[in-house]
């Protein structure tokens, strides 16, 4: 079984793989109804991260890029988003895999930390990537206008001191315009 992991910017994209990207996305996160209408159209979706079995799209993970500011500090955050495995592939540790990538790319990218928003049920899946849990104060973003609760948040520590990783854990923090 031939595993390859492709990183690729969005803007390098060509039409084709973005159309093979949205589709297989689309699939996945099917039960979403509306999420057809937004699959890559966040303005800051800088990269992927792709897992491609015996040349076939097996696997997902988009990076959205976002400066930060928050109390007089600048941090680099990495957003993941759309993690997906095809439904074939699951429970045999490619999302791990595909999860440990992502975790490189970012500390070689020289990012502050990472954020995700999860189910709750998936906590022990994001656990055993390495992330860690917020377990206190909530993430919010600006979607449509509005302020939105980005409910469960993990991290993933990256060039944070002790007393950023404990602002970052504990207090509620706005991420700006557009979640991902
Ligand atoms: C979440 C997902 C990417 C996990 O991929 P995967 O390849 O099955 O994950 P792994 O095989 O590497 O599993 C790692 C661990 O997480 C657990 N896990 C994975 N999916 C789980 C789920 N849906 N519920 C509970 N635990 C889960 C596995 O049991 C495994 O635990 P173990 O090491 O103790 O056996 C995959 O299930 C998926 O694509 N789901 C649909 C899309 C989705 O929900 N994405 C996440 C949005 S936040």
């Known amino acids: 079984m031939?595993?390859?992991?492709?990183?690729?910017?969005?803007?390098?994209?060509?039409?084709?793989?973005k159309e093979e990207i949205k589709k297989f996305l689309i699939e996945i996160f099917k039960d979403n109804s509306s999420y057809k209408n937004t699959v890559y159209t966040n303005p800051d979706l800088n990269e992927c991260l792709l897992l491609y079995i015996e040349n076939k799209l097996v696997g997902h993970i988009s990076i959205t890029k976002r400066i930060i500011n928050y109390k007089n500090k600048q941090y680099l955050?990495?957003?993941?988003?759309?993690?997906?495995?095809d439904k074939e592939y699951r429970e045999k540790g490619f999302g791990n895999k595909l999860m440990k990538e992502v975790n490189k790319?970012?500390?070689?990218?020289?990012?502050?930390?990472?954020?995700?928003?999860?189910?709750?049920?998936?906590?022990?899946?994001?656990?055993s990537?390495?992330?860690i849990p917020k377990d206190n104060g909530k993430i919010f973003a600006?979607?449509?206008g509005i302020l939105e609760d980005q409910m469960r948040t993990f991290l993933l520590p990256i060039n944070l001191t002790e007393k950023d990783l404990e602002v970052w854990k504990n207090e509620d923090i706005n991420i700006g315009n557009g979640s991902w």
Do not use: R
């Open 2 to 17: 031939v595993e390859k992991f492709i990183n690729k910017k969005i803007k390098d994209l060509i039409l084709e793989e």
């Open 77 to 85: 955050v990495g957003g993941i988003g759309d993690v997906a495995i």
């Open 105 to 127: 790319i970012l500390k070689e990218g020289n990012y502050d930390l990472g954020i995700l928003f999860n189910h709750p049920k998936l906590d022990n899946f994001y656990s």
């Open 129 to 131: 990537c390495d992330w």
């Open 142 to 144: 600006t979607v449509n």
